[in-house]
Nanobody, 116 residues
Framework: QVQLVESGGGLVQPGGSLRLSCAAS????????MMWYRQAPGKERELVAS????????DYADSVKGRFTIDRDNTKNTVYLQMNSLEPEDTAMYYC?????????WGQGTQVTVSS
């Protein structure tokens, strides 16, 4: 069955870094666009970053440009989100998403908390 398993979240001080991972299984990972979303308490889920199936194209929300980097390893069926210069406003549950046409898969999320 399809699985997306996020890991790497945690508590970090402002200015710190985290690297999230999302391990995929049960579908043709290399053919899917992959995305990271986040949702803070009381707010709507927002798109943070996306990467094309080959990794050749990426896009970022304005709020994270220059601080976050999305990449993928199609040999490991894994997508990553490197987060640097973290701010308290980055505190949220982070979700991995796989999309291809009408197919749309979600992980369970990993919590990121930025606090001193």
């Amino acid at each position: 069955q399809v699985q997306l398993v996020e890991s790497g979240g945690g508590l970090v001080q402002p200015g710190g870094s985290l690297r999230l991972s999302c391990a995929a299984s049960g579908f043709a990972f290399s053919k899917y666009t992959m995305m990271w979303y986040r949702q803070a308490p009381g707010k709507e889920r927002e798109l943070v970053a996306s990467i094309s199936s080959t990794g050749g194209a990426t896009d970022y929300a304005d709020s994270v440009k220059g601080r976050f980097t999305i990449d993928r390893d199609n040999t490991k069926n894994t997508v990553y989100l490197q987060m640097n210069s973290l701010e308290p406003e980055d505190t949220a549950m982070y979700y991995c998403n796989a999309r291809r046409g009408s197919r749309n898969f979600w992980g369970q999320g990993t919590q990121v908390t930025v606090s001193s």
